[in-house]
């Protein structure tokens, strides 16, 4: 049982080392591409919308003085 234990090939400390950041590197890369997918789905479905939100709208205000 020992011997298969030192035999693996994920067993030495720096293999361990090289797995966790192949792994964090993935998982990194999923959530930045999640992330993109997130913001181009909200910015083109704003673009997109057929009613406008009054929120984004910005208004210029002219204020004239009473004489």
């Known amino acids: 049982m020992r011997s298969m234990k030192e035999s693996s090939p994920f067993s030495s400390p720096q293999q361990h080392s090289k797995m966790r950041v192949t792994i964090t590197g993935m ?36 204020h004239s003085r009473g004489k």
């Open 27 to 62: 998982l990194q890369g999923i959530l930045c591409l999640l992330y993109e997918l997130l913001i181009y789905i909200d910015v083109y479905t704003d673009k997109l919308s057929p009613t406008t939100d009054i929120d984004n709208i910005l208004f210029t205000v002219i």
